[in-house]
């Protein structure tokens, strides 16, 4: 068969035949009394052979040999084609990741496609200062996804650009806010805290919902941020995590402050102090828990609290007794509503007491 007719029923070029025998890979196996290339049968499917070599990505060297060293096996030269392959659709990936973000900023021009790949490249800085840069400029100077936004922020482990992700964050709204409950769901524990705490800080319905979600995490990191944020936006589900928070003593002057926003409405008040006083009653709560089951029950008003208070004010721990005591005289003073002392204020007021006392001192 001509070389003509093998490059029509092969779909192999003639001048691709020609680069091939000129490699080596395949030569025809005659020529016909004018000189042209004759192929015989064999050589025929050598061709297919290489051409489905090539589909598998080998190179033309790797092909021939594949084909003529008897010695030769697969299995090491797939693995590398795998690998290969592996490597190159990640970083086709990247790419169009990268693109999408662009198109997503909707450029007008090739300055503004340039600025966005700028603020991309510097979120991915290796300098701290450059990231923090990038996320600050990103709420002012230039249009940046939400998707490289949220992405930076969950792989980011330095706290001060951290901090500046979240700010930027905060002011994308919903869209950030569904992409960080994503995060809620890594099986990286700092992923997850990194996600519930920028979420923390977005405002809005559709955040306070996901947020009421993640008091249902496995991770108790999650629950216990996630609580403290809806604890100050008045939703009382946080109210349990909270109350576990101050008897763990994990951020216990925050969660106790918590609660005392929630203890604005007269219901809940109430039911806050029945759980503190519940587990002020438990036997196998310790004292340093009861202390700062006592300091908490400082902002929560009303007369279940008080009556609770006076009770404890006789306790047989003196401290416990101690800080009821001077919670009650400041509620005296204060009307009966210790929510009017800052939080600051009452963490001093506690540690100043009477002279000499040892009323108990809330850990930070």
């Known amino acids: 068969?001509?070389?003509?007719?093998?490059?029509?029923?092969?779909?192999?070029?003639?001048?691709?035949?020609?680069?091939?025998?000129?490699?080596?890979?395949?030569?025809?196996?005659?020529?016909?009394?004018s000189g042209y290339r004759e192929y015989s049968g064999e050589d025929?499917?050598?061709?297919?052979?290489?051409?489905?070599?090539?589909?598998?990505?080998?190179?033309?060297?790797?092909?021939?040999?594949?084909l003529d060293d008897p010695g030769f096996t697969p299995p090491a030269l797939v693995e590398d084609l795998i690998g290969r392959t592996r490597e190159r659709i990640a970083v086709e990936t990247e790419l169009l990741t990268r693109l999408c973000r662009i198109d997503a900023t909707d450029p007008t021009g090739w300055e503004d496609v340039l600025q966005v790949v700028a603020l991309l490249q510097a979120l991915e800085s290796t300098s701290a200062g450059t990231r923090q840069r990038a996320a600050l400029s990103s709420a002012h100077d230039v249009t940046v996804p939400v998707e490289a936004l949220v992405e930076?922020?969950?792989?980011?482990?330095?706290?001060?650009?951290?901090?500046?992700?979240?700010?930027?964050?905060?002011r994308t709204g919903d869209p950030g806010s569904a992409l960080l409950a994503e995060g809620l769901g890594s099986p990286v524990a700092a992923v997850r805290e990194r996600a519930v705490r920028a979420l923390a800080e977005i405002p809005g319905d559709e955040t306070t919902t996901r947020l009421r979600d993640a008091l249902a995490n496995h991770?108790?990191?999650?629950?216990?941020?996630?609580?403290?944020?809806?604890g100050t936006r008045g939703v009382a589900d946080a109210v349990p995590t909270l109350v576990d928070m101050?008897?763990?003593?994990?951020?216990?002057?925050?969660?106790?402050?918590?609660?005392s926003v929630l203890a604005g409405d007269t219901g809940t008040a109430d039911r806050i102090a029945s759980a503190l006083v519940d587990l002020l009653t438990h036997g196998t709560t310790g004292a340093p828990a009861r202390g700062r089951l006592t300091q908490a029950l400082a902002g929560i008003p009303g007369t279940r609290a008080s009556t609770a208070l006076a009770e404890l004010s006789h306790d047989p721990d003196r401290a416990v007794a101690l800080t009821a005591a001077y919670v009650l005289r400041l509620r005296g003073d204060m009307g009966g509503?210790?929510?009017?002392?800052q939080p600051a204020s009452r963490s001093r007021a506690f540690s100043e007491g009477d002279?000499?006392?040892?009323?108990?001192?809330p850990s930070v």
């Open 1 to 33: 068969m001509l070389i003509g007719e093998v490059a029509r029923r092969s779909g192999v070029s003639a001048r691709m035949l020609r680069h091939y025998e000129s490699l080596g890979l395949v030569r025809p196996s005659g020529r016909t009394v």
């Open 44 to 66: 025929i499917q050598r061709i297919f052979h290489i051409e489905s070599l090539r589909s598998l990505g080998l190179s033309l060297r790797e092909i021939g040999r594949a």
């Open 152 to 170: 930076a922020a969950l792989g980011e482990s330095d706290a001060n650009v951290a901090g500046a992700l979240r700010w930027a964050l905060a």
């Open 219 to 230: 991770d108790v990191v999650v629950r216990r941020y996630a609580a403290l944020a809806l």
């Open 246 to 259: 101050v008897v763990d003593g994990s951020n216990d002057t925050d969660a106790a402050d918590a609660l």
């Open 337 to 341: 509503d210790m929510r009017t002392v």
């Open 355 to 361: 002279p000499g006392s040892t009323v108990y001192r």
